[in-house]
């Protein structure tokens, strides 16, 4: 494990009061339907033609998911990485009222501070993620941010691979983040990497009310394949929405055509938190006001700056699209599959 990445984590398990959860159960299905999350978008300019998340699709297809047993055919693929997102808090902005108590979480924020040692805690953003059975994510570390470079500007394999490479740690903005369950799945385990790429994955099963805390951009993690049922998965594509019936019962439709039918035990629903952890008011201010900021170009200098010293570059730089593939190879060594 590099000196620049924080791996502590915390289970909390209960994490919350058994109502809280309860309700959260309830303002799920009262939330209305979810949407299927896909990065479609491809990078224009640097990486160009490549996927925003290129660095860990790319691995997954290679290594057949963390098992490395995965035959299926690109598009099956993409349907069980497909899954369902909705944002439920953003900065001030409440989308799902009710939501309030676990966004401003004492323990949450406690723990968010242990993982950094930095006492401002600013919870940033939540939102709901929902897995059906068959799916599955790949392994990968999340977006960071650093100082005047988002993923609102710049693409998001790039932000990755900045923070892999150790180069521009004094710009990173730590982010902790939370994940957290609200039903018994089978399957659908969270595996992550605490003790670095090179290390066992712990796999934690998804169980009613518990939780785990960490730097999600440090830590390597992924959801394993939850269970899936006698049928095989349906085609799952973007535009189509998961819709709650009622009972625990849930559809997915694509525009009025119902696709497939599940009950709420055989789902995987979870609840992501993410704070930012700033030193002080000065820091926090620091970000605010864009002082100091990095600039794309700047990034590029360095890091072509560092493969040339490293051997991996000439002088002259090769094309968008095989320089960001040259530096994804370099600076991100996720973990092997699991043979065994
Ligand atoms: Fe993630």
């Not at 040692?117 to 068959?134: C, D, F, K, S, W």
């Not at 049928?231 to 019936?245: A, E, I, K, Q, T």
């Not at 820091?283 to 051997?311: F, I, M, N, S, Y």
């Amino acid at each position: 494990m590099q000196s620049h990445f924080y791996n502590t984590y915390t289970e909390l398990d209960p994490f919350l009061p058994n109502d809280a959860a309860q309700q959260l159960v309830q303002l799920c299905e009262e939330f209305g339907s979810y949407g299927l999350y896909s990065e479609e978008a491809l990078n224009e300019g640097i990486g160009e033609g490549l996927p925003q998340r290129f660095d860990a699709a790319f691995n997954f297809v290679r290594t057949g998911g963390r098992f490395g047993r995965s035959q299926d055919d690109v598009k099956t693929l993409a349907a069980r990485t497909n899954y369902f997102r909705e944002t439920y808090a953003y900065g001030e902005e409440i989308a799902a009222p009710g939501i309030e108590a676990l966004y401003k979480s004492e323990a949450l924020i406690d723990a968010a501070r242990k993982i950094f040692g930095r006492p401002v805690i600013e919870p940033a953003i939540v939102y709901a993620n929902l897995l059906l059975p068959g799916q599955e994510l790949a392994v990968h570390t999340d977006v960071p941010e650093f100082r005047g470079m988002s993923r609102k500007t710049c693409p998001q394999w790039l932000l990755v691979a900045m923070h892999h490479s150790g180069l521009f740690d004094e710009f990173r903005m730590p982010i902790a983040t939370a994940v957290s369950w609200y039903q018994d799945t089978e399957g659908g385990e969270f595996a992550f990497y605490p003790d670095g790429a090179d290390a066992p994955a712990r796999a934690h099963s998804v169980r009613f009310n518990t939780a785990v805390i960490t730097d999600t951009d440090s830590v390597f993690h992924g959801v394993d394949r939850v269970q899936e049922q006698l049928s095989s998965m349906p085609p799952f594509r973007p535009g189509m929405r998961v819709h709650p019936l009622g009972e625990g019962q849930w559809a997915v439709r694509s525009g009025k055509e119902e696709i497939a039918r599940y009950s709420w035990s055989e789902m995987r629903f979870s609840i992501s938190w993410k704070a930012y952890c700033f030193n002080d008011e000065e820091e926090r201010k620091r970000w605010r006001t864009h002082k100091e900021d990095l600039g794309l170009e700047a990034v590029l200098d360095t890091l072509c700056g560092d493969l040339e010293k490293r051997g991996r570059l000439e002088k002259q730089r090769p094309d968008n699209r095989n320089l960001a593939e040259l530096i994804v190879d370099e600076y991100i060594h996720f973990p092997a599959a699991q043979t065994t």
